[in-house]
């Protein structure tokens, strides 16, 4: 019995960002959308929904820390409020450069997808 396998784009520079669903299936609708959409449109569409995850991420783990009191870099001490944010920013760029939560992924699909719809109506 013969194999066949499916041919689908992805961008090069990220596992996180390819043409599978979440069951692990070729998302058929993405790969058409990607043949339609330029790769410098692509890549723009990719830092885009990083950033957004990131920006996300950024606030999930200021509420993570916001309550915490006492010493050391956590606390309530004076100037740890700064140093924490900068903290927290590093930690949310650095983990959806990683690969995120899936936000990322989601986000890119949706403006691969609505771009892609404006080029065939334009």
């Not at 996180?16 to 669903?21: I, K, L, Q, R, T």
């Not at 979440?22 to 330029?38: H, Y």
């Not at 509420?63 to 920013?89: N, Y």
Request: proline fraction near 4%; avoid cysteine; charge should be positive.
């Amino acid at each position: 019995m013969q194999t066949s396998t499916i041919n689908t784009p992805r961008l090069a520079n990220s596992s996180a960002f390819s043409v599978e669903s979440r069951n692990g299936r070729p998302d058929f609708d993405l790969a058409s959308a990607l043949q339609k959409v330029s790769p410098k449109q692509q890549a723009r569409a990719q830092k885009t929904a990083t950033d957004f995850e990131a920006m996300f991420l950024n606030s999930m783990f200021s509420q993570m820390t916001s309550g915490l009191k006492g010493e050391g870099p956590f606390g309530d001490t004076p100037g740890t409020g700064v140093w924490r944010s900068m903290l927290t920013e590093q930690y949310s760029k650095n983990f959806a450069n990683a690969g995120g939560v899936g936000v990322a992924s989601e986000v890119y699909r949706t403006l691969i997808m609505q771009q892609a719809k404006t080029i065939r109506t334009a």
